[in-house]
């Protein structure tokens, strides 16, 4: 049975990695199996990579990691989209969106006839769904008394790399229980049948393990030197090789940060442009074979220009990489995970999102016995060898279906012998049927179909009508879903904070939330069932209080600080509990030992005051002294009690908002 094991790299795929095996295997004293993660103080890690999917929502979760506790320290902000510009013509208006959300409706019936037929003048993401207004506003996907991870639209997250991985450092050693070295690997040494036995290190130790990881980056430590599992080059299809990374200060602390990750393409790559909370990560990834370092790094000048006049001040970091995979990433005893599994140019941000399905398959399918171990190896290779396939005819879409052709970096990627035949099928497909999950598409497929439509119907690519696919009960499905959309954008769309407004909410101090509060009125606050929790965090702040006839302390919610305290698209709200009910959650006398008394002394803008005493939040510190057993009953319920105060702040924001208009 793997009981040990070593992860070697300390950068965003050996933390995140580490991180997920320690959550699900590491439980204090019960702990089944130990990771190791040792990494060099003289490598540094590759520090980009500041995009994600929504898939890092449940990796940090997974994690024990609370949101805001990641925002504060990752300067991180929230993702929705990618914005393509200038890819299909090349044009100043030339844009379309890939939303992280689905179209309305998508998993009942396919908008894309009903798209065609009647709404073309609209753009594809425009139609089908609220996230492209969203992005357009610069919107949040959530207000700053949403429960944590929640959010009306499907949200990934911008983030500082360097930052993001200092955090995981601290929160996998601090609280999951990582063992972390730091040491150089110079040496690998083996069993008779091939499998690694142990790593030594220039510092002098032996590292033993039963399973290592391999996350030392491009240098490949394992998977390559001393494995030497051939690289499979993708460079005759994806011929971007180098990036120009740089750091943009805000005009002023307060810019509006937008939703979406925005892409304008180039000559010969394109440029990324970052919303961090502190700064923009800007960067510009081209092709080598068709573009200097020089001309490039003028192109890249030439965008900064217009909001930032010294470009010459900015520092500019390049990079270059071999885009493509290994044939293999498991082998033996030994997974290769993050850039030493491969690397493609960042346009979809897939990077990460492909660390985390690999540290999710170790752990799901970790194996019991040496034997299992060349199974799952075999099942492993076969499923990502799969993904990469997958990964490359989606970028490499997105170069097909555009009409430039001003340079050779253009018409190059139009030439047949580039585009994967896999793709040539699809798209051959496609013009007789929209992409659709129930057709062609594998589970493993990292991209839904949904994904294929965005990039295909954003860029103008035509599907013939199929009478299939306008059969007239499917067109009454898909209006009711447009129809979905239309009052959705009505209700949904004033009630959002702008990017800015929800960071600097979430992230203000939480010493300037102090209030004091606790009325008894009746009416004034509900007993939250079990099953309730979620949807009562969504809607009023919960706390603790000590019932009156019963003694014991129990979860309820305040209720009536501000006359709209509903979150958008709530359903009803359940009236679980009032005074002299029963069903609500109570906590044992070890738990209540964590609360912490709370006294809101509320003074609304029209000078109204509203006391509230007798209630009670979780202490955070006392909270990481409990036991991990204990922790771990309550850990979603205390986590969501955490930002209680700070959406009693929301709520008395928009009640004084109310009461000025
Ligand atoms: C231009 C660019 C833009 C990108 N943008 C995105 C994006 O938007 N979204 C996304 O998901 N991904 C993106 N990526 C990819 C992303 O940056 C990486 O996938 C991610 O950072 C993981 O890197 P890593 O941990 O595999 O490697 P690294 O960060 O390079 O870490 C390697 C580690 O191995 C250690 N090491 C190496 N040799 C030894 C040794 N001998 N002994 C001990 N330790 C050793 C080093 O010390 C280091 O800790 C981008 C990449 C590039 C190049």
């Known amino acids: 049975m793997v009981k040990s094991i070593v992860v070697v790299g300390g950068g965003a795929a050996g933390w995140i990695t580490a991180g997920l095996l320690a959550a699900k295997y590491i439980r204090g004293a019960e702990a089944s199996v130990s990771v190791t993660l040792v990494e060099s103080e003289n490598i540094g890690i590759i520090g980009v990579g500041e995009g994600t999917w929504p898939t890092m929502v449940d990796t940090l979760r997974k994690m024990g990691i609370e949101e805001v506790e990641f925002i504060r320290n990752c300067d991180a902000t929230f993702k929705q989209a990618s914005k393509f510009r200038r890819w299909t013509t090349g044009e100043e208006d030339d844009s379309y969106y890939h939303p992280f959300s689905l179209p309305q409706g998508f998993e009942e019936v396919s908008l894309a006839a009903e798209w065609r037929d009647n709404h073309r003048g609209t753009p594809f993401a425009t139609a089908v769904g609220l996230q492209a207004d969203l992005c357009d506003r610069k919107c949040a996907p959530k207000q700053v008394s949403s429960p944590e991870y929640a959010s009306v639209e499907n949200h990934g997250y911008h983030l500082d790399a360097g930052k993001f991985t200092k955090f995981l450092t601290a929160h996998c050693r601090g609280k999951l229980g990582v063992k972390h070295i730091l040491a150089d690997v110079v040496s690998v040494n083996t069993a008779e049948n091939g499998d690694i036995l142990s790593l030594t290190t220039q510092q002098g130790d032996e590292i033993t393990g039963d399973l290592f990881i391999d996350c030392s980056g491009s240098a490949g430590l394992l998977i390559d030197k001393h494995y030497q599992v051939p690289f499979l080059s993708q460079k005759d299809v994806l011929f971007i090789d180098s990036a120009l990374a740089v750091q943009v200060p805000y005009e002023h602390p307060d810019a509006e940060i937008e939703s979406a990750t925005l892409s304008t393409a180039q000559t010969a790559g394109w440029i990324w442009d970052i919303g961090l909370s502190s700064r923009r990560g800007v960067g510009h990834v081209f092709s080598s074979r068709h573009i200097s370092d020089a001309e490039a790094t003028e192109q890249l000048k030439d965008y900064l220009r217009p909001d930032v006049p010294d470009v010459e001040v900015l520092s500019f970091r390049k990079l270059s990489f071999q885009p493509g995979y290994r044939a293999k990433f498991w082998v033996n005893n030994c997974v290769a995970v993050g850039m030493s599994a491969g690397f493609i140019e960042p346009l979809e941000a897939s990077a990460l999102v492909m660390v985390e399905l690999a540290a999710n398959t170790i752990s799901q399918h970790l194996p019991a016995s040496r034997a299992a171990m060349d199974v799952v190896a075999k099942k492993y290779n076969e499923t990502f060898l799969f993904r990469w396939q997958r990964v490359i005819d989606f970028l490499k879409l997105h170069y097909v279906l555009s009409r430039r052709r001003d340079s050779a970096f253009w018409r190059d990627n139009q030439k047949a012998e580039s585009i994967p035949e896999s793709l040539q099928d699809l798209l051959t497909l496609w013009r007789h049927q929209s992409p659709s999950n129930n057709g ?222």
Request: aromatic share 6%.
């Open 440 to 661: 062609f598409l594998s589970p493993y497929d990292l991209f839904p179909a949904a994904s294929y439509q965005y990039i295909l119907y954003g860029m103008g690519f035509r599907t013939h009508p199929n009478p299939l696919e306008s059969m007239p009960h499917l067109t009454a499905a898909a209006r009711t879903q447009m129809d979905k959309v239309k009052e959705r954008k009505v209700k949904v769309l004033p009630r959002l904070p702008g990017n800015r407004e929800l960071i600097n909410g979430l992230c203000r101090p939480a010493a300037a939330v102090e209030l004091n509060l606790v009325k008894t009125t009746s009416g004034s606050w509900r007993r939250v069932a079990p099953d309730d929790v979620d949807q009562m965090a969504n809607h009023y702040p919960l706390f603790f209080r000590r019932d009156s006839v019963t003694a014991q302390f129990e979860c309820i919610a305040l209720v009536g600080l501000a006359q709209d305290e509903t979150l958008i698209e709530a359903p009803e709200i359940p009236v679980t509990g009032g005074e002299g009910e029963t069903s609500g959650i109570t906590l044992s006398p070890q738990e209540e030992t964590l609360l912490e008394p709370v006294k809101l002394d509320i003074a609304f803008s029209d000078k109204s005051t509203l006391l509230i005493t007798g209630l009670h939040v979780v202490n955070r510190e006392k909270l990481s002294g409990l036991s991990a057993r204990n922790r771990r009953r309550r850990t979603a319920l205390f986590q969501t009690m955490q930002a209680s105060l700070q959406h009693v702040s929301a709520l008395i924001e928009m009640r004084n908002r109310q009461l000025m208009s």
